[in-house]
């Protein structure tokens, strides 16, 4: 009986392997991409695939909205470079939409390897549908993964873009669903003092003191 194949995955908290990798904007080292921005790292199964092309069409419609998040795009698949510089051509005069964010041509999958890509349970020559999130100082803050099967959300992708920079920004967590200008959840009170201020302040919404809302 074969041993099941052993799959490196990179964690919540862990530095976002360094790479160097060829894409379509040309040779890319990654500790050097998109300095002081977070980046949205992504695999697809392949080019000139149906799911896929509306996923990267997805990505490049809205770019925009990613950019104003102080966020690049960074994808990839295991195909050549000429064959990714061929499917966004194709996609250009077929839609005119056009990929402009870098797609990293992994034909050898050496990052498709260091980020836990490649699934033996889905296929062991196309990456899943993973997603990276990843921050300024190169942490991993947030990962995806999608079947091959399964178009991701984009509005999911970008809730949770804003939602770990505000996180980060107020140093508060964020419940159930939250959407910008939603209730945020309070720090727990970590004296008694706290917990006496806690219970005696009428401006938060509290089912208890260790659960405490308030909109920002």
């Known amino acids: 009986?074969?041993?099941?194949?052993?799959?490196?995955?990179?964690?919540?908290?862990?530095?976002?392997?360094?790479?160097?990798?060829?894409?379509?904007?040309?040779?890319?080292k990654f500790?050097?991409?998109?300095?002081?921005?977070w980046v949205v790292f992504f695999s697809h199964p392949a080019d000139f695939t149906p799911v896929c092309t509306t996923e990267l069409s997805g990505f490049?419609?809205?770019?925009?909205?990613?950019?104003?998040l102080n966020t690049e795009l960074l994808g990839l698949s295991i195909?050549?470079?000429?064959?990714?510089?061929a499917?966004?051509?194709?996609?250009?005069?077929?839609?005119?939409?056009?990929?402009r964010f870098p797609i990293i041509a992994d034909i050898d999958m050496k990052?498709?390897?260091l980020y836990g890509m490649l699934q033996p349970g889905a296929s062991e020559t196309a990456a899943v549908r993973a997603v990276f999130f990843i921050d300024p100082s190169h942490t991993i803050r947030l990962?995806?993964?999608y079947p091959m099967s399964v178009g991701r959300n984009l509005d999911e992708m970008l809730r949770c873009l804003e939602a770990l920079q505000f996180s980060d920004e107020h140093r508060v967590s964020l419940p159930l669903g939250w959407q910008p200008g939603g209730k945020v959840i309070l720090p727990a009170p970590k004296t008694l003092d706290q917990l006496d201020?806690?219970?005696?302040?009428?401006?938060?919404?509290?089912?208890?003191?260790?659960?405490?809302l308030k909109r920002m």
């Open 111 to 113: 990052v498709a390897h």
């Open 143 to 145: 990962i995806m993964y």
């Open 31 to 37: 500790s050097d991409f998109a300095p002081g921005k």
């Open 60 to 68: 490049a419609a809205r770019q925009a909205e990613f950019a104003a």
């Open 197 to 212: 201020a806690r219970l005696a302040d009428e401006s938060v919404e509290k089912m208890d003191f260790y659960l405490a």
């Open 1 to 28: 009986m074969s041993a099941t194949p052993q799959i490196s995955m990179p964690s919540i908290g862990s530095p976002a392997p360094d790479f160097e990798a060829l894409s379509t904007t040309g040779p890319l």
């Open 79 to 85: 195909d050549s470079i000429h064959a990714h510089i």
């Open 87 to 99: 499917w966004v051509n194709n996609v250009r005069e077929k839609s005119g939409v056009y990929f």
